[in-house]
């Protein structure tokens, strides 16, 4: 029996007529291992993960397959999205024995959940070099059967391998300038002068990399390390990876020139890089940052958003082509004829403008939109009517599938986004888009005690708790919403995740951060991860956010958690600045206080209090909070005192502990953040 209908996991939900028995990630599917002296089969991928969806059709479609799997095994199968702590755990062992990881995942465990052969991917029949999945089954129920001590052995020493295994272990005290100079140096030595980017191919979007480049900028004047962020910001943005037609970034680019992306969408990618190419045009005011800031938050708002305010997870990278079969990157990519189909006569005008090509830069003759001219001069009106009539014509195509799931920590992000590059350009609607997903967060996936739930589906709230990325990236969110609307109730909640943070995942002993709470589920190891990777860690996402809650509170206890745990960035940005890059970030906002600054008026339609208000959310100062509302208001800790001047408003800004005089000109204030 099949038990994965009444999930709200559109990944598990994918996989509910399959003809394999599925559990879900429970105590029963365990217990049922042990009644029936069965090893488990634990299957993890996500919805829109294109080899996870060639393994199901090829195996856990197939009648014969899921027949020996029922007979033999008991299967678990896990979308690492609503499990992130699962998924670490067994992926830290996948990559420990093999050398590598990836989805799908493929792991055999013993009843006791211990882990004993991994793989990933594993075709229907042998090919390069790889055994078919049958042939892996039929030989773990070998061991399993004639070998029994063995494998228990090869598990026992698994175990105790991985729970001898230690993160760097981090230093007594936040980084410094010496620390981030290295880190910089460091991402200097791998930058692609070219291309943009760091490394080779696949290359991914730097984005929390790009945040510590914009700040340490900001902080110490470095050119370098604003040419670094301006010139990779602007060669994705001309490249595949951006949808040259909808907004939004693909989830990486296969090739080092960003012209051939894996098609799929994340919200987290989406969020991060909208919030990105908004402060860089923050720091440059460079048309093309602000174009692409505010076509990926309607990208967000107008692809991703949910009847229920929340923004969903992806969109999958596979559609179908026309023809039924499904196909990746079908619903993006463009011929000449098709362009000549949709244009007539300005079809030409398109290739040239958009790189499309007879031959193709992508597969069967097809080319991936992109922006590969820096010379010459197009009629700006005509190139906009030619994106129009594409992006009509393409959404006519069959669109690729949507994981409406909704994932707290992204969420938050999202929030956070939507709310500064609504408030940079002068978009109430964007605003109020990520009013609407904070209030998604806080009415269904807040309980009564302030725990927060991983995820949520059609308003259902998930079975999952939230782990440590979750409290982090929602408390992100809910600080820059407070700092954008002035509503000090957004500070509160932030404040509620928080103490959550210190109480339930923070090593008392050493300030080292756990992905997962005091109290949730024992798993063979406990997660623990403070490395950025294609978002922030929960690590530095909580130690972000419990510094911007200390500057906007004057919180001792959060100041020295933060600091605490800026221990480990000061041990791994000088050696591995690529992958520590919103720690880097925070380690920066640090350093410059951060900045506080209130802003005092008689009201929010007050023209003069907005101009200020404004200039202060402008301010690039590192990690700056800001506070706005009437003298004395009770919105926030920051307004405590603060009083008009002659009658106008007046904006205080504070840092270290010392206050300058209040400004009431924009300009003088702008003086005052740079």
């Not at 991402?187 to 510590?212: C, H, I, N, W």
């Not at 909808?246 to 894996?262: C, I, L, T």
């Not at 000088?574 to 640090?590: D, K, M």
Request: glycine share 10%.
């Amino acid at each position: 029996m099949n038990r994965l209908a009444h999930e709200t996991s559109p990944y598990l939900l994918q996989h509910a007529d399959n003809p394999v028995d599925w559990w879900p990630w429970s105590a029963e599917a365990f217990a049922e291992a042990r009644r029936t002296n069965r090893p488990v089969l634990l299957s993890v991928g996500y919805s829109s993960c294109h080899w996870c969806h060639v393994m199901a059709h090829e195996s856990f479609e197939d009648e014969a397959t899921a027949g020996y799997l029922n007979e033999h095994f008991v299967s678990v199968k896990v979308d690492r999205e609503e499990r992130p702590d699962v998924d670490a755990v067994y992926m830290e062992a996948v990559q420990a024995a093999t050398g590598h990881g990836g989805w799908p995942m493929t792991v055999f465990l013993t009843p006791d959940a211990e882990p004993f052969y991994f793989g990933t991917y594993y075709p229907p029949a042998p090919r390069h070099g790889m055994p078919s999945f049958r042939q892996v089954l039929e030989g773990v129920q070998q061991a399993w059967t004639t070998r029994r001590d063995e494998v228990g052995e090869v598990a026992g020493k698994i175990v105790r391998d991985l729970a001898q295994r230690e993160i760097v272990r981090q230093a007594a005290e936040a980084p410094g300038e010496q620390e981030l100079a290295q880190a910089l140096l460091g991402l200097t030595r791998e930058y692609d002068p070219q291309r943009g980017g760091f490394g080779g191919a696949p290359k991914f979007p730097p984005s929390m990399v790009l945040e510590f480049l914009l700040r340490h900028h900001a902080r110490t004047g470095a050119e370098g390390a604003l040419q670094m962020a301006v010139d990779t910001g602007e060669r994705m943005a001309r490249g595949g990876i951006y949808d040259q037609l909808g907004g939004g970034f693909a989830r990486y680019s296969v090739d080092r020139d960003w012209v051939v992306p894996h098609f799929e969408k994340m919200l987290y990618d989406n969020a991060l890089l909208c919030r990105v190419y908004a402060h860089l045009w923050r720091a440059t005011g460079s048309d093309l940052a602000r174009r692409v800031a505010l076509e990926t938050a309607d990208f967000l708002v107008r692809e991703l958003r949910t009847p229920e305010g929340g923004f969903a997870s992806a969109l999958d990278a596979d559609s179908d082509d026309g023809t039924g079969r499904h196909v990746e990157g079908a619903y993006y990519v463009w011929t000449p004829a098709q362009l000549r189909d949709v244009l007539g006569d300005d079809a030409e005008l398109a290739a040239q403008y958009f790189g499309v090509t007879e031959e193709g830069t992508f597969e069967h003759g097809q080319s991936v939109l992109r922006l590969p001219q820096t010379e010459g001069v197009f009629d700006a009106e005509k190139i906009a009517s030619v994106r129009r009539r594409l992006f009509d014509a393409r959404a006519r195509r069959p669109a690729p599938g949507r994981d409406d799931k909704i994932v707290a920590a992204w969420n938050g992000l999202a929030v956070a986004a939507l709310a500064e590059t609504g408030a940079y350009f002068g978009r109430p609607d964007l605003v109020e888009a990520a009013l609407g997903a904070a209030d998604l967060l806080v009415r269904v996936h807040l309980d009564e005690h302030a725990r927060l739930a991983r995820t949520s589906k059609d308003g259902r709230v998930g079975p999952n708790a939230g782990v440590l990325e979750d409290y982090g990236d929602v408390a992100e969110g809910f600080l820059a919403l407070a700092s954008v609307t002035g509503e000090g109730v957004w500070l509160d909640f932030a404040g509620l995740l928080l103490d959550q943070v210190l109480a339930r995942f923070t090593d008392p002993e050493t300030g080292a951060l756990f992905d997962t709470a005091s109290d949730a589920e024992r798993l063979i190891r406990r997660p623990q991860d403070p490395t950025d990777n294609a978002a922030p860690s929960g690590w530095t996402a909580a130690t972000g956010a419990l510094l911007g809650y200390a500057a906007h509170t004057g919180s001792e206890a959060h100041r020295v958690a933060a600091e605490r745990a800026l221990g480990v960035v000061k041990t791994l940005g000088p050696r591995v600045p690529r992958f520590i890059g919103w720690g880097l970030a925070v380690a920066e906002a640090l350093l410059d206080g951060p900045r506080e600054v209130a802003v005092v008026g008689p009201g929010p339609d007050d023209e003069r209090t907005a101009a200020l208000h404004r200039t202060a959310l402008l301010g690039a100062a590192p990690g700056a909070v800001v506070a706005c509302g009437t003298p004395d208001g009770d919105e926030f800790p920051l307004l405590a005192g603060r009083t008009l001047i002659d009658g106008a408003p007046a904006a205080y800004v504070c840092r270290g502990f010392v206050c300058d005089l209040p400004v009431t000109d924009p300009e003088a204030l702008r003086a005052k953040l740079v």
